[in-house]
């Protein structure tokens, strides 16, 4: 996408650098929702200038996204992606650090982490955010005009806590991160990525699942599901890159199995209690199932 302001353009708030700079970074393709409308003929607006652009803005299930990799040069913001990680860490000319990874709802900002209600998403080789969260995020107002096909940004004065689009994510500490981090080394450590955030996210959806207990050292200790935490492989297992990772991504509330809080090996495990689960995914060697 390229960029071009029009004439006799304003001088512009460094603040908003990281607002028009989040997805300036290639991303690995995370799902977008199915009901994106295309609009061609959209615009938008810094502070009442128009900035035009030659890829368009997208609105999916009724929230606006855009493209905005290009607009960064305009603000003199620098970017360093992390290709393992699919993270990009964007510093501001105000000094401010954020941190995005692809397809995570959560937004790193100056070690705070606040939830998007929606994830970045990429689409015809470009990475997609929404953008009325970034423009919060960077104090800035997003007003969509719908007789015009125009985003309207406006600075504002009102500090991250105080906007209604920004709430910061669930807390969870160090300990509980290196304890799921070690199951899904134990469970899927020679797996993909996407079977260890699977394993991951069973632990968590089981936490918040009445029928299980409501701390991660807990459900991974009950029952029996978990040999390793009984057996002393837990213990002496050391997560690697890529189930850091899937954990850290699955905190940030990256989920690919829905609500599922069994899993299993189909080759192997059967019965009338596996039988009469729904199955919602099935990655690697197991099937992901809820009742």
């Not at 850091?244 to 299993?264: C, P, Q």
């Amino acid at each position: 996408m390229k960029l071009r302001r029009k004439p006799k353009r304003k001088q512009a708030l460094a603040g908003l650098t990281v607002l028009l700079l989040f997805a300036a970074t290639p991303l690995s393709p995370a799902a977008a929702n199915d009901e994106t409308v295309i609009l061609e003929d959209a615009s938008v607006t810094i502070n009442g200038e128009e900035v035009l652009l030659d890829d368009p803005i997208r609105m999916t299930d009724g929230r606006l996204f855009l493209p905005v990799a290009p607009l960064a040069g305009l603000f003199g913001a620098t970017v360093e992606w992390d290709g393992a990680d699919e993270a990009a860490t964007i510093h501001t000319t105000t000094n401010d650090k954020i941190v995005m990874r692809n397809g995570v709802p959560v937004v790193r900002m100056n070690e705070q982490r606040y939830l998007m209600d929606v994830s970045p998403y990429l689409a015809d080789g470009r990475t997609y955010l929404p953008f009325r969260f970034a423009a919060e995020l960077m104090n800035a107002s997003v007003e969509w005009n719908e007789a015009e096909k125009t985003a309207e940004l406006t600075s504002t004065a009102s500090t991250a806590e105080e906007l209604p689009e920004l709430r910061p994510a669930d807390p969870y500490t160090e300990e509980d991160m290196q304890l799921l981090a070690k199951l899904v080394q134990v469970e899927a450590g020679s797996e993909s990525y996407e079977g260890q955030l699977a394993i991951a996210n069973i632990i968590l959806n089981r936490v918040k699942d009445s029928r299980f207990p409501n701390t991660i050292r807990d459900v991974i200790y009950s029952g029996r599901q978990f040999p390793p935490a009984h057996n002393g492989l837990l213990d002496r297992s050391e997560p690697n890159d890529s189930a850091l990772r899937a954990t850290r991504d699955a905190l940030d509330g990256k989920n690919n199995i829905e609500d599922a809080v069994y899993f299993y090996n189909p080759d192997v495990t059967g019965g009338s209690f596996w039988d009469r689960l729904e199955v919602v995914a099935e990655i690697g060697n197991h099937a992901y199932a809820r009742q």
